[in-house]
């Protein structure tokens, strides 16, 4: 079989698709040992967290050559793919369960890996995610995150800067400024804050227990962020995550987050970093699926009120402050 990993372009929607077939040989949650454990192979002994390439990339320094098409645009799957080990503790359940400072120390690598990453001539975007729970097809267990380092600004951040640009254009301030100013006037989505960040419940929330996490200060680059702003977000990012953990009592509800800054070595007064966590569990047994309306239209449909399930998160977000 010929091996493939290239970009493609969807002509109709004006984005690229990340094509490869390297990760069919990517292990289903292997009963035999866990290659994130301290002493595998890849991990060694004498860590706390590690940052490691991801060995069935999507992107990589050296890609192949892109098929070449006669009518269809390709290019070079160009880029970085890292998986974050957050600890050497295997059966941990979630990274809220870590210490703040020891969150801190994980943010702290990978921000040196974004600094890594601006120099690279490839790298034009540096995003960091989390998935969690086995429901949305987590194949390792053992507590981690990813990095990928890509070679064009992905589509959803795109169109959010866009945005962003043409109401800084308007009315000449950032828009994810007054989007905070907003819902700390309103209060009525805010489920979390303290002197240098806030959590809340976006009024245009489009997954069931979805949380926006800002720094109230302008910043738009995780490479901005000091050692008291990454301790800031490490406590803010533990509490929100304890609280989602806590919405039902049978299971830990299933997320997806992801990092949103600007591109990288492009500090934008109109764009401002912030963490979207998407909380997925619609109650104890069922899971909110992209579906016809979401997957087949492209907007979403959200089955109560952002305010509602606020007031649910912002009561179990404060149990986990009294711990
Ligand atoms: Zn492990
Ligand atoms: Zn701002
Ligand atoms: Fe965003």
Redesign the pocket.
């Known amino acids: 079989m010929k091996n493939i990993s290239e970009l493609r372009w969807d002509p109709l929607l004006g984005e690229w698709v990340l094509v490869s077939n390297l990760r069919t040989f990517r292990p289903w949650l292997p009963s035999t040992a866990c290659p994130f454990c301290p002493g595998s192979p890849e991990t060694g002994q004498g860590w706390k967290a590690l940052i490691l390439k991801n060995k069935f990339p999507m992107l990589s320094e050296e890609p192949p050559s892109p098929s070449r098409h006669v009518f269809y645009k390709t290019d070079l799957a160009e880029g970085a793919c890292f998986v974050v080990v957050e600890t050497p503790e295997h059966s941990l359940d979630d990274l809220s369960d870590l210490p703040i400072n020891h969150i801190t120390y994980v943010l702290e690598l990978i921000k040196d890996k974004a600094i890594e990453a601006s120099t690279r001539s490839y790298a034009k975007y540096f995003l960091w995610f989390r998935n969690k729970g086995v429901e949305i097809g987590v194949s390792l267990t053992h507590p981690h995150s990813q990095i990928y380092v890509t070679p064009f600004i992905p589509v959803k951040i795109e169109r959010e800067i866009d945005n962003s640009r043409r109401y800084y254009e308007r009315v000449g301030k950032?828009i994810?400024?007054e989007i905070i100013s907003q819902e700390l006037m309103e209060w009525v989505r805010v489920i979390y804050k303290d002197e240098g960040w806030v959590a809340f419940t976006p009024f245009y929330a489009r997954w069931p227990f979805e949380v926006h996490i800002y720094p109230l200060r302008?910043v738009s680059l995780l490479t901005e962020l000091n050692r008291s702003d990454l301790a800031g977000l490490s406590k803010a990012l533990k509490t929100v995550l304890c609280g989602l953990k806590n919405v039902f009592k049978k299971k830990p509800m299933p997320y997806v987050f992801v990092l949103h800054q600007s591109p990288l070595n492009e500090a934008l007064p109109y764009y401002?970093l912030h963490v979207e966590i998407y909380g997925m569990g619609m109650d104890e047994d069922k899971l909110k699926h992209a579906a016809g309306m979401e997957l087949g239209g492209g907007n979403f449909t959200y089955d109560s009120t952002p305010e509602l399930n606020a007031l649910t998160l912002r009561k179990t977000v404060g149990e986990c402050l009294k711990e």
Do not use: K
Request: aromatic share 0%; with cysteine.
């Open positions: 950032c994810h400024c302008h401002h």
